[in-house]
């Protein structure tokens, strides 16, 4: 089995796990998002330089394209290879049994059902990404009685789409769209908006009754961003790219719950949702009572949504409030074990260099010796987590007020561009002295960024944004990975410091480690020298 970051096929290995881990009997099969193209189209690049020849183009032609089998029986053949991977694995599930749920539809579901919020909660449950099914951005209602309702009227098609315009806009400076969007985000607080820039973005997408609207087709808008961007510098390109999102998803959120009145608790999914300064801004509005963001909130959460609004479905047909029976995403890790019995086996493959490798009963405080001695450390322990984010189980760490610990993460670990902010881990005992978040939204999942508070500036100078000075925290809690929260408690017990800084457990461009085995290879390409597993402690010499 081989790992791909972000590979868009049919996620055998994730289908394997799952089945692997699953008890009991198998009660129903879904997939999320009716049209998927070919893994092969996503591969492929020049599908982004779409200008207005392509629109009129393709205005004749959708007709008659749409019609030929490609689209016709794409669905039908998705079925089918997801039938045959279960087959494989000894499950006969035929393709006519499996459910489809629609793109927008599953990410609402995974923001509405996968929150905090308690039943009898009316929730405003917003969605918004480069497109799905046709559609960039949906708003519903989440009743008191556990069902999502659609507002059908304020659907924004994939013509209006904000991320649509983002992620055009990150292929015109080089990077990957649908992954390096961050990059863009991260540059942004260096520089300061082009004014023609933004008020031609301006021009281009706004916000009327509710939804997002456009000059001209955001799909088919690369002519008209080459044009707006042409010699103008990197930096002022993100800065104002990003301004113009941030006040766009703002003003959106503000005329719904001003102008038509919908509950102030908010609840959001899509790929317009990982920007976390983005979600900062939303959730300084006034009108915000509280906001639950799906961690992971990209496509790869779609999966979950569709399971929960099958299971949301089936509940509501047999009078069970479904915010009582599923289960909010408190954890993440649902992933497989470290599984240390891979180590041995690992270390042999490598064939050269001396390791040293022992048991510790008290490994929290290992970790914190080793941290306090100025080493950084690579931590592959429990269940994996799920999604983009490492919270700590496939982690590497590092003391947070060590500033060279920047240069020796960014070159001689992740191998990754010098200006890209690391992030922080720090206890939930200790969010209101580090960091400012007024209405005390629950912050576990790396999603919400916030400004610093004084104490944070000193104990968390490495893992925070160096030019403005905010925070992507992730709040680790006791009940939800207690040895993880015991080494922060051990940490602060040690130094006074309420957090540590906390990176992905990968090589730049790669997937985070799953395992062992993963993780002694990382190991071994990188400059790391100090790696847990579980209870056991590999050195590299």
């Given amino acids: 089995m081989v790992d791909r970051k972000n590979e868009p096929g049919m996620p055998r290995n994730a289908i394997r796990c799952i089945i692997n881990q699953m008890e009991g009997e198998l009660d129903a099969v879904t997939l999320a998002t009716r049209f998927i193209h070919q893994p092969e189209w996503y591969r492929v690049q020049s599908h982004w330089e779409k200008g207005r020849r392509d629109y009129l183009i393709n205005k004749f032609t959708w007709p008659i ?35 489809v749920v629609e793109h ?10 996968g929150s905090h919020y308690k039943p009898g909660e009316e929730v405003t449950v917003v969605t918004s990404d480069g497109s799905g099914d046709g559609i960039s951005s949906t708003v519903s209602y989440g009743t008191p009685e556990g069902e999502l309702f659609r507002d059908s009227t304020k659907n924004s098609t994939r013509n209006e789409s904000p991320g649509e315009i983002y992620s055009l806009s990150t292929y015109y400076l080089g990077f990957k769209p649908w992954e390096h969007e961050y990059k863009l985000m991260g540059m942004a607080p260096y520089s300061t908006p082009d004014e023609e820039i933004l008020a031609e973005l301006k021009k281009l997408l706004w916000v009327k009754d509710g939804k997002f609207v456009s000059s001209q087709s955001a799909d088919f808008a690369y002519d008209t961003l080459k044009q707006m961007y042409y010699k103008k510098q990197f930096h002022r390109i993100c800065a104002s790219l990003q301004l113009w999102f941030e006040e766009l998803m703002s003003s959106w959120i503000t005329e719904l719950l001003d102008r038509y009145k919908m509950p102030g608790k908010i609840a959001c999914a899509g790929g317009s949702f990982l920007n976390v300064k983005s979600n900062m801004r939303l959730v300084n509005q006034p009108q915000v009572e509280d906001i639950f963001i799906t961690p992971s909130a990209g496509d790869e959460s779609t999966s979950i949504g569709a399971a929960m609004k099958i299971y949301a479905d089936w509940c509501i047909l047999h009078d069970i409030h479904p915010m009582k029976a599923i289960e909010s995403l408190d954890s993440l890790y649902l992933g497989p074990e470290a599984d240390p019995t891979k180590i041995e086996p690992a270390l042999k493959a490598q064939g050269t260099g001396d390791w040293e490798v022992w048991r510790e009963d008290n490994v929290e405080q290992m970790i914190v010796e080793l941290l306090t001695e100025g080493h950084i450390v690579a931590r592959c322990s429990g269940r994996m987590e799920f999604g983009a984010r490492a919270l700590g189980n496939r982690s ?26 690391f992030t922080p881990s720090i206890m939930r005992e200790e969010r209101t002295r580090l960091i400012y978040n007024p209405k005390d939204v629950r ?15 000193v104990e968390l100078k490495a893992a925070m944004h160096t030019y403005d000075k905010t925070v992507r925290p992730q709040q680790v809690e006791k009940d939800v990975n207690q040895s993880y929260w015991e080494t922060l408690r051990l940490w602060h017990r040690a130094t006074g410091n309420g957090g540590f800084l906390n990176t992905s457990f990968n090589l730049h461009g790669s997937p985070i480690v799953r395992d062992s085995a993963g993780a002694v290879d990382t190991m071994k390409k990188s400059g790391l020298e100090y790696l847990v597993v579980d209870n056991h402690v590999i050195h590299k010499t």
Avoid at 104 to 113: K, L
Avoid at 443 to 457: E, I, Q, W
């Fill in 396 to 421: 590497i760490i590092a003391d947070a007020t060590n500033l060279d610990n920047i240069e020796q993460l960014n070159h001689r670990i992740k191998h990754r561009d010098f200006w890209m902010p």
């Fill in 65 to 99: 394209r749409r019609r030929t089998p490609y689209f016709v029986h794409r669905l039908r053949d998705r079925k089918r290879l997801l039938s045959g991977i279960l087959a494989e694995l000894g499950i006969q599930w035929s393709p006519e049994k499996i459910k």
């Fill in 443 to 457: 912050a576990p999942y790396m999603v919400l960024a916030f400004p610093s508070l004084p104490d944070a500036r």
């Fill in 104 to 113: 927008h539809t599953a990410h609402a579901a995974s923001a509405f059902y």
